[in-house]
């Protein structure tokens, strides 16, 4: 295989909207409904290069999150997130319905958290007038093994100093910027200010957007946590592919079972995380 097959770039549209995907990390570049701005945000230049994550779009975190989590502490496991956003994926199929059409990627990885057990992993995405996402994680191996996962959804918004998050009242959090471990959400959030945050909530989020006057509403199932993060002005300096006022345009949710909540998997069991954006 050469670097021109590893990055293929499909686009697909429907009746409801448009979307880019990537082989490698089977990573969904952009999706769009008919008449509205992007939902998902990337950046106008897309880097591709082998053992890079790209940003923006909606990056599959697995099988570990950030650097893996063991023995109830972080552990030091690279590359950071895990290999399958950095892996060449396997476009297996595309169907078109009357209300939505869907797109397959199977991925064998190979480089499971704990005694490196095989797993087989699909993806489907599946968009029309809403965009579903959605990873299967199968334990391939003959032992129990333990997975973390995530889908880090970019979320386009017209300027994050006046996009309102709601639906995480009361929720509490791990701070991963401050290390503050119990931190409980009051209210609505509005960023202002570098955010990494672990919620333990799986609750719907509804994401207000004034300057682009729309609500954009994110469910999640199989998920265990919420992941809120932006890194701000000074964070986005030391990301090469952002440009200099992209951060102000998407804040990432991503749903996840990560750190002491990551998936445990016997021989031959599934386990299936989704995130649903829709206007
Ligand atoms: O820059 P990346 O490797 O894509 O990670 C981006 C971010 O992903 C998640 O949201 C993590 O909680 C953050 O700690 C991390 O900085």
């Known amino acids: 295989m050469n670097d021109k097959d590893d990055f293929v770039i499909r686009e697909f549209e429907n009746a409801y909207s448009t979307l880019e995907i990537s082989d490698y990390g089977a990573h969904v570049l952009s999706w769009t409904p008919q008449g509205q701005w992007p939902v998902i945000w990337r950046p106008q230049a897309i880097s591709l290069q082998a053992g890079a994550a790209i940003r923006g779009g909606i990056p599959i975190v697995a099988p570990w999150f ?15 997130h895990g290999t399958a956003r950095i892996s060449r994926w396997q476009y297996c199929d595309y169907r078109q319905e009357l209300s ?14 704990v005694a490196r057990t095989p797993l087989h992993m699909q993806y489907n995405i599946t ?8 990873l299967k994680i199968r334990n391939k191996g003959r032992a129990q093994t333990r997975c973390e996962c995530a889908l880090h959804s970019y979320i386009r918004v017209s300027d994050i100093s006046n996009t309102v998050i709601s639906g995480l009242a009361g929720a509490s959090y791990w701070n991963a910027i401050s290390g503050e471990v119990n931190g409980i959400q009051k209210g609505d959030l509005m960023l202002a200010g570098a955010t990494d945050r672990i919620y333990e909530s799986v609750n719907p ?16 199932e199989g998920s265990r946590q919420t992941v809120i993060w932006n890194p701000w002005e000074e964070g986005a300096r030391a990301i090469p592919d952002l440009d200099a006022c992209d951060w102000k345009r998407f804040v990432c949710i991503e749903a996840a079972a990560c750190r002491e909540h990551a998936v445990i998997l016997d021989p031959g069991e599934e386990y299936v995380l989704s995130q649903t954006i829709a206007l």
Do not use: M, Q, W
């Open 66 to 80: 950030s650097a893996g989590y063991r023995d109830g502490k972080s552990a030091n496991t690279s590359p950071k």
């Open 100 to 113: 939505h059409s869907s797109v397959c990627y199977e991925y064998e990885c190979v480089d499971a958290d």
């Open 205 to 220: 989020i509804d994401i207000r957007d004034e300057g682009y006057g729309r609500v954009l509403h994110i469910t999640a």
């Open 127 to 134: 968009f029309g007038e809403a965009l579903t996402v959605a």
